[in-house]
């Protein structure tokens, strides 16, 4: 029903002998039907109700003088007649539920019919007595609209007019021209058949222009086809309906008009089309503008983020704006009470909220807060909620008010306290200048730092007047430049402190723009590195000494970092790598020491970047030339006592090694044959052990046969001779890797290296034998003798390892003698043979 408008339909045309039965002071009988058969369907047509009835309250009994959409004719109940005789008197009347009063709520008729909704008003005589009613019902509950009551109204006037006085066409005609209402009467088809005074003053024209043309023709273009769709239901389906459209004038301007359309028939049947119309113009341009107004406050509201909300404390219902259920983050069909509101707030700011509306109610001020809100997407936000109380009669009727999100000034506030907090507190110097460089704040670090007091005004300073003259030429020349460029600069400059000191700072210099890139103020950030410049000098004090040291003294010197890159060398490490320091310095150890060197060093470099001192001794063969060098890794700390690199010492041990081998040479050799003795023996067997050199061997125990007897006949001079020159042949025999030594006497081991088999060790002693049984030529002297073997096969890493090795050689070397002189014995023919009392090579030798 909304937006529907009400008029009055005209009534039809009513024959002069049936209008002046109506003279009478009431309706007598004799009242032909066909009188008010017209008025009951309008009674219904204007309320848009199924049922209507024309009753005569005259005198006992109430009587049906007309009826409409019954199906048969109605009887009047005694509660309905009592009910209209007393609701009469006051005109108009209604009651939307009758089952709600006492007077309807029985009667027979409303219960036949299943009425629910009645609505009437009185028709009254010339002296004001009512003697009749127009009904109208319906059977849904619903309320009647000013519209139908201002309608009902003006048909009860039509009515009464036409029987208090005489009327005919001309009378009736006349009713509806003077009505203010636009009447017409059209064809089916549109064509124009009547319009009263009010219908053509619309448009600017005269009724008789505007009959015969059709009505289409004065319809805005763009409204035409929903206006010919809407007459075609009315023709079609009957009843009425109501609709607004824009009308043309005669002048080209569009007005809007509310049409009530309806269909009636001619004495022919041929069906007609009735409208009633009312200028809406007016209201239509004020509905738009409160349209636009509110569409306005409700853009700005969203820009603003400022929503709307009132209370009506009768009903305790609450009311939001759109923008309020936005800021709550909430859908559109929302429905906010008193008790879900507070689920948004918390506890402590709901309190506030509560005192405030309190105090509001009982004074009458208004209030204003700041508080926190939890959106129903769980968000936390700032709002700003006001509000106030309107009063009426002393009492609070209604509470209204704005929400308006400020988390981010409530943000930027808190960032501005924290920031003007650190400024406050810190002991870094802050300065800000206006754009000609005019100071509006110095913290209190600087302000102690000038020797300013604490409330000393500073508008009056500039800048320049606590820069030295290095300083602002710098400003001029570069900092201001860059700072327009890149809106900070950061470096070292000086600045006056106190007495006109000249104080060495680390200065930040940063430029605040407007939105459009233009230079607001600047801020300074400046910290006193007085303390760090002494200890830089000093630093570089000591640098510079250590650095003559270092390249005074004939070790090579390398400082390398925790990523192993070369950070400095000496001369002396320059002249040793043959490379200048500018090409080594920067790069990684494996880069200057070359893969293969880096990876035997990998384990001393490890250790010392764990913060471990290592000292060992390394070979380095390059360049044409060996060079032993004695290494030492010393680690370097941090001031948290965390390794981050070391210094690498090297110190050239080459003759020293060189020395170092020639006596060892001297310990570990047989003065006379120039053979291993026993200490070399053990050393070679021992580093072949640990590398792993030793998987199977051979080892030949020797003795010489009959060499007591050259000694006894020629002397001991010619007995070291021989045993020299067969050291000589048993050095050919065997390869440079397999070892000869003497064990003391005549005695010698042979060790041969990668022998697997028995065999192969067999024929290796048979060599030896031969060797052994040749002639030696001792000066003019022929010597004779020969030898014994015994042959010791297996891996040194065996149990017993290799003592047990050459004690096994030993026990066959006796069981050769035993067999007799010039033979060799392996480990198969030893069974039974008793062990060898000499079976050890431990222990000083010759």
Known sequence: MKNRSWTVTPLPQVPETEVSSLRSPAFPDRVPEAALAAVAPLVAQLCAAPLSLVYD???????????????????????????????????????????????????????????????????????????????????????????????????????????????????????????????????????????????AAHFGMRPADMVGRSLYDFVAVHDQPAV??????????GGNLQGENRMVAADGSEKWVSWTNAVQHDALGTPLLNSVGRDVTAQRLAERALQASESFLEKTGQVARIGGWEMDMARQTLAWSEQTKRIHEVEADFVPTVQNVNDFYPADAMVELQAAAQRAMQTGQA??????????????????????????????????????????????????????????????????????GRISYMNPAVRRFTGLGADAPVGHLSFEDFNTPQTNALYQS???????????WLGVTTVYGEGKRTIPVSHMVIAHTDK????EHYSAVMRDIS???????????????????????????????????????????????????????????????????????????AQALAGETVTYEKEFVGNNRSQNLLMTHIPL??????????????????????????LLKLTQRDPLT?????????????????????????????DLDYFKEVNDQYGHPVGDQLLQLFAQRLLQLVRPSDAVARLGGDEFLVVVLGIKTLANAERVADKVLKAAAAPFHVGDLQLQVGASVGIGLGSATESGGWDALIARADGCLYAAKKAGKGTSRGPRELAGAPEAPNAQIAGPGP
């Open 516 to 519: 459009d890139g233009r230079v």
């Open 637 to 662: 700390r941090s001031e948290a006592g965390v390794a981050n690199g070391f210094v690498a010492v090297g110190q050239d041990i080459t003759n020293h090694k060189r020395e170092s081998v020639r």
């Open 367 to 436: 209030w204003d807060l700041e508080v926190p809100l939890v959106t129903g997407k769980g968000r936390q936000i700032w709002v700003r909620a006001q509000g106030e109380v309107q009063f009426e009669q002393g009492a609070p009727v209604r509470l209204f008010g704005t929400v308006q999100e400020i988390t981010e000034r409530v943000v930027a506030e808190k960032a501005l306290r924290v920031l003007t907090t650190i400024f406050d507190k810190t002991t870094d110097l802050v300065v800000q200048t206006d754009r000609a």
């Open 228 to 237: 010919r769709a809407q007459i075609d239901t009315v023709l079609r389906e």
């Open 674 to 702: 120039g053979v291993f003795n026993r200490a070399g023996l053990r050393s070679y067997t021992d580093h072949h052990v640990r590398e792993g050199l030793l998987p199977s061997t051979a080892v030949l125990y020797v």
């Open 531 to 605: 303390a760090l410049v002494d200890i830089q000098q000093e630093l570089l004090q000591q640098t510079a000494t250590l650095r003559s040291v270092t390249e005074a003294i004939p070790a090579g010197v390398a400082v390398v970092g925790a990523d192993e890159r070369i950070k400095f060398v000496n001369s002396a490490f320059e002249r040793w790598h043959g490379s200048p320091r500018g090409v080594l310095v920067g790069r990684y150890l494996w880069e200057a020491l070359g893969a293969e060197e880096y990876a035997r060093t990998q384990h001393w470099t």
């Open 57 to 199: 309250l005259w005198q006992p009994p109430c009587r049906v003088l007309a009826h409409h959409g019954f199906a048969a004719p109605p009887q009047a109940g005694a509660g309905l007649a009592l009910w209209a005789t007393q609701a009469g008197l006051a005109g108009v009347f209604h009651v939307e539920d009758a089952l709600q009063d006492t007077r309807l709520a029985s009667d027979p008729l409303l219960l036949a019919e299943g009425v629910r909704f009645c609505a009437g008003v009185a028709l009254r005589r010339a002296d004001g007595q009512v003697v009749g009613c127009l009904l109208a019902m319906d059977r849904v509950v619903r309320p009647l609209l000013p519209a139908q009551a201002q309608a009902l109204q003006t048909l009860a006037w039509l009515v009464q007019a036409q029987w208090a006085a005489p009327v005919g066409e001309a009378s009736y005609r006349a009713l509806v021209e003077t009505q203010t209402e636009m009447v017409s009467l059209a064809t089916a088809q549109g064509v124009l058949l009547y319009v009263n005074p009010q219908y």
């Open 478 to 488: 570069t900092i201001l430049p860059v700072v327009h460029a890149d809106g900070v």
